[in-house]
């Protein structure tokens, strides 16, 4: 690595033009920003299309970019949208796009070749194996999941052929793993995966404990899942050294004078470490925290997993602006139209207005050096029959540079006109806009950021299904259901339940998922395993952790587990390379909301389930979507028929901070999972699921799932904590219809999720 490679992108917020112009005036290398639709932060102000060319033109004028973030998750009804949405934006020479879903990366890929692809945040990725998989879809950059220390970025940096990584170095902070979060959407039905979060980890919470008959009550109320503000401004000398290759400062909803005012921060913060000058980074935090902070920041992940310090516990609010720094940062960038980092440019002119003759308007800049000049032509200048016009006229509407990145200088400007010229002085303004934009353009070509090859970028339709959702292929293809399992007792419960069924309901179970955590731990949870395989047909899958940092893959006996329920990006493109895609099953944390993203994942495992934040209706649209396609694809027949979750108390949050560990004690790395219980400001208690071998918390929904049955997917029910007799319930209630749940566990509370009620 050179040390040119090591100067980072400065990236800040916009969440408005004037957000994106403060930005710019402050010393941002580029901005982020959404239109008007598929942004994940639905309730900003956003940007018109007009607004966003607008923008991209002015950053590539002073050698800046500016991407546009599309990291939301995308329906099946709205996907043959992407396309017309992107076009002018691609054309008009948009650097970058920020992605969530799968299946966009795989549309944006086909579609527009020449547009950088930036995996989000959202997408959870915590290794190189993510990075890598990602990179054949075109990947260049991937913002990786806040939670990684500095030792796990610059591993992944290690690796020569691995994509620039932009992390976050300032703003507020998810408890979640970002795009792991269903709570905002399971309390409110505002999805965070749709730009709509509702922040409920914002809210007070009680810790109970291994009880969930503890206490609960409101006086023992505390922001236990609210995360301090990010702030590395001191430690801006080790993120740059380590190669990161882009700095982003979090903040779309706020103010221009927070975009500038933070930008401007870390601009000298950078600078400084650069130009081997002592930075003052005290006096930087002091400034910050005057810029709506949240009380209380910290440094972030970098060093540390999780620790209480870096939750609010006591206060989750912000502690308010200082206006005396507000104004300050108005006046220096947000009201003046140049400033050191976007400094006028002088332009001079030659013009002639000779009688009889063409009139021609050159207009002429220095850029490093360089002289870049643009000559637009006009129509043919006239005898005046009265009033000829003057050098004075011409020099007066040359004059008019207002609104522009230009000053005149007069020094090397040349003004020829016959004595008896005429030509009209509205003639002569068309020509100075002219020239001034063929002299924008020729800048911007030189300064490598003009794109005319993108306009030849012309694909074909996107394959389209015509059919309506309610006709669906409801054939059956072999077995029914499939159970997932977190606990010993849970397992031993499926056991018994098979060995006192008939032949007939066993076969309708294919499949059990069995937790890799409990296999980690238990060396009986691995012998009953081997009693079922031996004595029923049905496939036994290790289910895969949720978020895979530093822990080691399992090392099993293939005889006794034939697959894998993957549960990660990084672990997708670890096995569908070690394995091939062969008895891979992807869960519902990897995200197919759209039959393009379908199509990418079959080309990488054997099945998917379905996300959970999916109507019903939506659901039946997908599914006929991907028959309609399946010779399109190559999808296979059970391909079409994905797994559902119908029963479960599913995750909220997967989170790297630790519920027991800020309310109580860490219990150490190595233990034994285990569940505590939290509880909200309305006493609904909350499971959540302490794995120390991962260091991983899981917060599961209070109530659990119940959907009916449909041959159109394959139903799973997930176990979380429930006893051997509730499993055993659970089990005969799905799977042999009886009613016994209905009446003990179920009727303690039970939800149908987003069936009747999709998201926005």
């Known amino acids: 690595m050179t040390e040119n490679d090591r100067i980072p992108e400065l990236l800040s917020p916009a969440g408005s033009f004037a957000s994106a112009m403060a930005a710019f005036h402050a010393g941002a290398d580029a901005v982020y920003l959404a239109g008007n639709r ?114 796990e970025i610059e591993s992944i940096i290690a690796h020569e052929d691995a994509s620039e990584l932009e992390c976050f170095i300032h703003g507020a902070m998810c408890y979640c793993y970002s795009g792991q979060c269903l709570f905002s959407s399971v309390l ?85 470490h650069l130009s081997g000058i002592d930075h003052d980074a005290k006096k930087d935090v002091d400034l910050l925290k005057g810029l709506y902070m949240r009380t209380g920041i910290y440094e972030g992940y970098y060093d540390t997993r999780n620790t209480r310090d870096m939750i609010t516990v006591t206060d989750p609010g912000y502690s308010g602006n200082d206006q005396d720094t507000l104004n300050r940062i108005k006046e220096e960038f947000v009201d003046k139209a140049f400033t050191a980092y976007t400094p006028p440019v002088p332009v001079w ?39 000829p016009i003057s050098e004075s006229n011409v020099s007066d509407q040359l004059s008019k540079l207002s609104g522009t990145i230009f000053i005149r200088d007069t020094e090397n400007e040349s003004i020829k006109v016959s004595d008896d010229a005429f030509y009209p002085l509205k003639g002569i303004g068309e020509l100075r806009r002219s020239a001034l934009k063929g002299l924008e353009d020729s800048i911007i070509a030189h300064n490598g950021l003009s794109y005319s090859e993108r306009s030849k970028d ?78 029923f047909d049905i496939d036994i899958f290790i289910a895969l952790i949720p978020v895979r940092r530093e822990n080691k893959r399992p090392e099993t006996d293939p005889r006794i587990f034939t697959g894998y329920l993957i549960r990660s990006i990084d672990d997708l493109g670890y096995y569908s390379v070690e394995t091939g895609k062969t008895n891979l099953i992807t869960d519902s944390s990897i995200y197919v909301w759209n039959d393009k993203a379908a199509s990418l994942i079959s080309e990488n495992a054997s099945g998917f389930t379905l996300p959970n934040e999916l109507s019903g209706k939506e659901i039946k649209s997908l599914i006929n979507a991907l028959i309609e396609n399946r010779d399109i694809y190559g999808f296979s027949d059970s391909f079409c028929r994905p797994e559902r979750v119908v029963y479960g108390k599913i995750s909220l949050m997967r989170t790297a901070n630790c519920v027991r560990k800020t309310c109580y004690k860490c219990k150490g790395r190595g233990s034994e999972p285990e569940f505590v219980y939290i509880s909200d400001r309305k006493d609904v208690i909350f499971p959540v699921y302490t794995d120390c071998g991962s260091c991983l918390n899981t917060i599961c929904n209070s109530a659990p799932l119940d959907i009916p049955d449909d041959d159109s997917y394959i139903s799973r029910s997930e176990f979380t904590d429930e006893s051997y007799s509730d499993t055993v319930d659970i089990l005969e209630y799905r799977i042999l219809g009886t009613k016994r749940a209905e009446d003990t566990l179920l009727n303690k509370g039970k939800t149908s999720g987003w069936s009747k009620r999709p998201v926005e």
């Open 349 to 387: 002119f030659e013009a002639e207005f000779v009688t009889g003759k063409e009139a021609l308007l050159s207009a002429s800049c220095s850029i490093n050096g360089d002289k870049i000049s643009y000559t637009s032509k006009g129509n043919t200048v006239d005898k005046a029959q009265k009033s």
């Open 458 to 535: 012309r694909s074909s339709e996107i394959s389209k299904s015509s059919a309506n959702f309610e006709n669906v292929n409801t054939a059956s293809h072999g077995f029914d259901h499939t159970v997932s399992v977190l606990s010993l007792d849970q397992l031993k419960a499926v056991y018994d339940f098979l060995k006192s069924s008939s032949t007939d309901d066993t076969q309708r179970l294919g499949r059990i998922y069995v937790d890799e955590s409990l296999i980690a731990y238990s060396s009986e949870a691995v012998n009953i395993c081997r009693k079922i395989k031996d004595s």
């Open 188 to 272: 409110g039905g505002r999805s965070g995966n749709r730009g709509r979060c509702a922040q409920p980890c914002r809210l007070g919470y009680e810790y109970l404990g291994e009880d969930p008959s503890g206490s609960k009550n409101g006086n023992d109320l505390s922001y236990i899942l609210s995360m301090k503000d990010l702030c590395t401004v001191d430690r801006i000398s080790e993120l740059t050294d380590a190669g990161i290759a882009s700095f982003k400062i979090e903040g779309r909803m706020k103010s221009p004078e927070y975009s500038a005012g933070v930008t401007s921060v870390y601009r000298k913060a950078i600078d400084d």
């Open 38 to 151: 598929f942004g994940a932060r639905a309730y900003a102000e956003n940007f018109s299309e007009d607004d966003i060319i607008r923008c991209i033109r002015y950053a590539h004028l002073y050698s800046k970019k500016v991407y546009l973030t599309l990291n939301i998750l995308i329906k099946e009804s709205e996907i043959r949208e992407i396309e017309g949405f992107m076009r002018p934006l691609y054309e008009a020479g948009l650097d970058g796009v920020i992605i969530q879903d799968l299946g966009i990366v795989s549309l944006l890929h086909d579609l527009f070749p020449h547009l950088p692809l930036h995996a989000s945040t959202q997408m959870s990725i915590t290794g190189y194996d993510g990075v890598s998989f990602l990179e054949k879809y075109g990947i260049s950059r991937v913002v990786p999941a806040r939670e990684l220390s500095l030792n």
